[in-house]
Nanobody, 123 residues
Framework: QVQLVESGGGSVQAGGSLRLACAAS????????MAWFRQAPGSRREWVSS???????TYADGVSGRFAISRDNDKNALYLQMNSLKPEDTAQYYC?????????????????WGQGTQVTVSS
């Protein structure tokens, strides 16, 4: 059974940093796409960033230059380093995965989701 477990959320002031982690288990190998999504109260879940198993990363326009995605295939882990945080980054952050070596940005592309971790940025 494939599972994703996020950690690292918390509360910070604007301009601060947080590092999220996602631990994956149940995959038979590392050739799967992993991504971060977020959902603010009253809003749709939106794509933040993705990384292929080969290290190719893509970012949503609003986080490019501030967030950095990375993964450790040996540890089956995905990370999101978030710098220069803004109040509008406040959301529940979700890790997602799909057992394909390529990535797409669509929410429906992903078949496995974590429970989420809360990030709150105060002004």
């Amino acid at each position: 059974q494939v599972q994703l477990v996020e950690s690292g959320g918390g509360s910070v002031q604007a301009g601060g940093s947080l590092r999220l982690a996602c631990a994956a288990s149940g995959f038979t190998d590392s050739r799967y796409c992993m991504a971060w999504f977020r959902q603010a109260p009253g809003s749709r879940r939106e794509w933040v960033s993705s990384m292929t198993p080969y290290g190719a990363a893509t970012y949503a326009d609003g986080v490019s230059g501030r967030f950095a995605i990375s993964r450790d295939n040996d540890k089956n882990a995905l990370y999101l380093q978030m710098n220069s945080l803004k109040p509008e980054d406040t959301a529940q952050y979700y890790c997602a995965a799909r057992n394909t070596p390529w990535c797409e940005e669509s929410l429906n592309f992903f078949t496995t989701w974590g429970q989420g971790t809360q990030v709150t940025v105060s002004s």
